[in-house]
């Protein structure tokens, strides 16, 4: 007669095991889903806000122009390089530089309850991205920000054109709240960018800067 240490393991035992291990990872995954979600919306801003640091310094360092626009979808960045002669006074046609798309889950968009104290008071909380000046030269009449060899953001108007604030607005449209939610702005004369975060204070929604 077999002693029991020597027994092997019952399919029935393995199956229970199986299914503890199963049972544990969903339950991982669920903790860990909120984490991962606040990791993309992170990532979307991080993003946003390092492409429009980065080619403004690189408008200043190698003299050139560079336009910012944000495709149809409202998922990812488009920079393109405009360039100018400056002997002829004659505008290129802008070229694709590269496309930085956002998580899949994360959109340039508005929620409800989006204060109506905008970040730098530009623009409104009903627009997800919002430019005084359209482009309409270059882009047909949608927003765009034209970062030039000073450091400022302007529009297409001409070169050079018009001072552009622009306000942007990240967030996760299928979040249960909108604190998560992050906004950039632009100055246009001077360039400066900023980064916001939404929070509640004394029961009132209020963008702060990052």
């Known amino acids: 007669m077999r002693s029991k240490k020597n027994r092997g393991v019952s399919l029935v035992e393995l199956m229970v ?20 979600q606040e990791n993309h919306l992170d990532q979307a801003y991080d993003t946003t806000i390092s492409v429009l640091r980065t080619y403004r310094n690189l408008a200043i360092s190698q003299g050139n122009r560079y336009i910012i626009t944000f495709p149809a979808g409202n998922q990812s ?26 998580p899949i889950d994360i959109k340039f968009a508005v929620q409800t309850g989006f204060p109506a104290a905008t970040p730098d008071s530009f623009g409104s909380a009903t627009q997800a991205i919002w430019t005084a000046n359209a482009c ?20 297409d108007a001409g070169n050079p054109g018009n001072y552009n604030n622009s306000l942007i607005y990240i967030t996760r449209p299928s979040a249960p709240n909108i604190y998560s939610s992050r906004a950039v702005s632009v100055w246009g004369a001077t360039g400066r960018i900023r980064g916001w975060r939404v929070y509640k204070e004394g029961g009132v929604n209020t963008w702060v800067q990052q």
């Open 17 to 36: 095991v199986i299914s503890i291990g199963f049972t544990m990872a969903a339950v991982s995954v669920m903790a860990l889903m909120p984490m991962f």
């Open 136 to 155: 309409t030269i270059t882009q047909s009449g949608n927003p765009c920000i034209v970062f030039y060899p000073d450091g400022s953001a302007q529009d």
């Open 77 to 102: 960045i488009q920079v393109q390089l405009w360039g100018y002669n400056q002997s002829t006074g004659v505008s290129q046609a802008p070229t694709l530089a590269y496309t930085y798309p956002l």
